[in-house]
């Protein structure tokens, strides 16, 4: 349906729910508040699509439709400030079709001043007193469940984490990591300050050792604000309190010749390439495969040789 076409049920369930409503719709327009919006928002929708008969086929089947839209989901039927909102929804959809084309219209004016009745209302002392103390037994109640959420969650660590003696990050993560992962050295240590590197050969993928490590990060990004985000769940503050947490955490897996190499035949087999590139590996056992720009495409894939080796062996496992 259009974004004016709501549903009749939609203003059905308005009608049933919301002692408010009724009583508004009485004082300012004098007919059932589900008529009246359903009938307003369809004037709407015909005077912006009148030219399309297709879309206008739409009316009587949201005449007949009993289901309900989301924005009429309200917590509170009766609570001015939802209604308010509601209305104005209502009222910026139909303004700008309605009032254009005859500004007079009096029901639209009609739908503004219950609008504005419910703003009355929202201003008024009593119930800007009773919305603060709302407010506030709200906040009380869902500390309270966090409190209670966190202390579960510390319980449940303990049996699954017996081995977490302090909340220490770099120990305890490096521990699950290694009875994760037997046989994998692994180097977890402090870079600077709340920032955590995770550091191997081989191996697990970093995609494998993040699915453990990320419950041990505490903070985000959100590139939309340009800010760093915490994690306050309770969860979160659980697994501070059990195993430790860190800002950040990021991984650095190498790779050693011998696992490269296989990674090599496989792909070359794969894409049917005659020549093996040359894998070199630094004294320090990091190994990367020779060529640069110089190692032709692969005759069926996006990328270089040599970048499509190092993407087949940063997803590949080596346990």
């Known amino acids: 349906m259009s974004c ?3 549903s009749f049920g939609s203003y059905k369930k308005l009608q049933a729910n919301s002692t408010l409503a009724n009583s508004l719709a009485s004082e300012f327009i004098g007919q059932p508040i589900a008529q ?5 928002n369809a004037d709407a929708f015909q005077t912006r699509y009148g030219h399309n008969d297709d879309i206008i086929s739409e009316i009587p089947q949201a005449k007949s439709d009993d289901s309900v839209d989301y924005e009429f989901e309200l917590a509170d039927y009766n609570d001015p400030e939802l209604l308010r909102d509601l209305f104005k929804r209502i009222e910026y959809q139909c303004s700008d079709v309605l009032t254009s084309a ?4 009096r029901r639209f004016l009609n739908l503004v001043a219950i ?6 209302r929202v201003a008024h002392p009593i119930y800007q007193a009773e919305a603060k103390r709302k407010r506030e037994l709200e906040r009380a109640q869902a500390a309270l469940k966090h409190a209670q959420d966190k202390e579960q969650f510390i319980k449940e660590l303990r049996r699954q984490y017996p081995w977490a003696k302090e909340p220490n990050p770099t120990k305890n993560l490096k521990k699950e990591l290694m009875l994760a992962f037997p046989g994998i050295k692994f180097s977890v240590r402090f870079q600077h300050y709340d920032s955590v590197t995770i550091s191997w050969t081989d191996g697990p993928t970093s995609k494998q050792v993040e699915e453990i490590s990320d419950k041990y990060v505490s903070k985000g990004f959100d590139s939309s604000t340009d800010c760093s985000t915490y994690d306050h769940s309770a969860y979160g503050e659980a697994i501070g309190v059990v195993l430790g947490r860190a800002g950040y955490i990021s991984t ?4 050693s ?3 490269l190499k296989d990674i090599v ?3 070359c087999f794969k894409y049917h390439h005659d020549t093996l590139p040359i894998v070199k590996e630094s004294s320090s056992g990091h190994a990367w495969v020779e060529g640069g720009g110089s190692v ?3 005759p069926n894939a996006t990328y270089s040789l040599q970048d499509w080796i190092h993407r087949t062996a940063n997803e590949t496992s080596a346990v």
Do not use: K, T
């Open 296 to 298: 032709p495409y692969c």
């Open 102 to 105: 005859n500004p007079e219209d």
């Open 4 to 6: 004016i076409l709501y």
């Open 265 to 267: 035949l496989d792909v």
């Open 36 to 40: 009246y919006l359903f009938e307003l």
């Open 257 to 259: 010749a011998r696992f």
């Open 252 to 255: 650095s897996r190498s790779l």
């Open 115 to 120: 609008r504005e009745e419910c703003e009355r």
